[in-house]
């Protein structure tokens, strides 16, 4: 089973960080060319100049929206267009996978509700690992670092993104399955508890009995970009679905909206982690 969009890839690929590290390179020169400090340039391409530091030092994958408007305000000479078409293979990020995380690293709200692992973005390397060791075909070593880093990388939008809103709906379960056994699980309780304290994240947990349930159907993730277009996003065995269809993504945020309700408030879902953490 693919983990979140996780998948090991074949040897004699060049690392990501090479190539992004490349395009930050030729964003930072034609900035500087411009005579544009880092602030001056976010804000003409409307993001903060801490995303364009990320970019430029090879830190984080340019969203399609940062590249666009990118070039219109260095002159339109099609470089970076050319160069972001390399960044398109990712180790450790199915190819289905990857245009799902460029909206993901340029969203301004994001919200996610999981039945069957914890999400990607809250993940221990623990957890991560454990998962890894039940992969079918079996991973090597080399693959499942190119996994973690992969994740880890994802995971520093929350720190990095203040002012995305961040949201999650997990199934009780997913903690009382007890993945990787009882230490692991209670660092991934640990892990979860902190993160909940960052002002831009709501953690909330469905209770194991629940009589209305509107995430039936399976798992939502739900994207808004800067112009505040919604996306979709569904993921099965070996295959994710983007989904732009305005009337599709309406209903899995109405969906997404019931579950928020029939959910355990923030405060019920935190004291509910603390007494799971003791049991074990």
């Given at each position: 089973m693919v983990v979140d969009g996780a998948v090991g890839t074949g040897g004699g690929e060049p690392e990501a960080s090479d190539s992004l590290r490349t395009f930050g390179a030729v964003v930072q020169a034609l900035r500087e060319h411009a005579g544009l400090s880092r602030e001056e340039f976010g804000e003409r391409v409307r993001f903060s100049k801490h995303t364009v530091a990320s970019v430029e030092l090879g830190r984080r994958m340019p969203d399609p929206t940062f590249v666009e408007r990118a070039e219109e305000v260095l002159g339109n000479t099609g470089a970076l267009r050319k160069a972001v078409g390399h960044l398109a293979r990712q180790p450790g990020l199915a190819a289905w996978f990857r245009q799902w995380a460029r909206l993901e690293a340029a969203a301004i709200t994001l919200y996610t509700y999981e039945c069957r692992m914890l999400p990607g973005l809250l993940q221990t390397e623990a957890y991560a690992r454990a998962m890894s060791s039940d992969q079918l075909p079996p991973l090597d070593d080399a693959q499942i670092e190119e996994r973690w880093a992969a994740r880890t990388e994802r995971q520093r939008l929350l720190r990095e993104r203040p002012n995305t809103a961040f949201g999650f709906i997990l199934e009780e379960h997913?903690?009382?399955?007890?993945?990787?056994?009882?230490?692991?699980?209670?660092?991934?309780?640990?892990?979860?508890?902190?993160?909940r304290k960052l002002r831009n994240?709501?953690?909330?947990?469905?209770?194991?009995?629940?009589?209305?349930?509107?995430?039936?159907?399976?798992?939502?993730?739900?994207?808004?970009?800067?112009?505040?277009?919604?996306?979709?996003y569904n993921e099965g065995q070996e295959s994710g679905q983007l989904i732009s269809d305005a009337k599709v993504v309406s209903v899995l945020q109405r969906r997404y909206a019931r579950m928020r309700s029939q959910a355990l408030t923030i405060q019920d879902s935190v004291s509910l982690l603390q007494r799971m953490r003791g049991d074990l």
């Amino acid at each position: 089973m693919v983990v979140d969009g996780a998948v090991g890839t074949g040897g004699g690929e060049p690392e990501a960080s090479d190539s992004l590290r490349t395009f930050g390179a030729v964003v930072q020169a034609l900035r500087e060319h411009a005579g544009l400090s880092r602030e001056e340039f976010g804000e003409r391409v409307r993001f903060s100049k801490h995303t364009v530091a990320s970019v430029e030092l090879g830190r984080r994958m340019p969203d399609p929206t940062f590249v666009e408007r990118a070039e219109e305000v260095l002159g339109n000479t099609g470089a970076l267009r050319k160069a972001v078409g390399h960044l398109a293979r990712q180790p450790g990020l199915a190819a289905w996978f990857r245009q799902w995380a460029r909206l993901e690293a340029a969203a301004i709200t994001l919200y996610t509700y999981e039945c069957r692992m914890l999400p990607g973005l809250l993940q221990t390397e623990a957890y991560a690992r454990a998962m890894s060791s039940d992969q079918l075909p079996p991973l090597d070593d080399a693959q499942i670092e190119e996994r973690w880093a992969a994740r880890t990388e994802r995971q520093r939008l929350l720190r990095e993104r203040p002012n995305t809103a961040f949201g999650f709906i997990l199934e009780e379960h997913l903690f009382l399955r007890r993945t990787g056994g009882s230490e692991v699980t209670r660092g991934l309780i640990d892990h979860v508890l902190e993160i909940r304290k960052l002002r831009n994240v709501e953690i909330q947990v469905m209770p194991l009995v629940q009589e209305s349930h509107s995430g039936l159907h399976g798992p939502i993730r739900l994207s808004e970009t800067p112009e505040n277009r919604w996306f979709a996003y569904n993921e099965g065995q070996e295959s994710g679905q983007l989904i732009s269809d305005a009337k599709v993504v309406s209903v899995l945020q109405r969906r997404y909206a019931r579950m928020r309700s029939q959910a355990l408030t923030i405060q019920d879902s935190v004291s509910l982690l603390q007494r799971m953490r003791g049991d074990l």
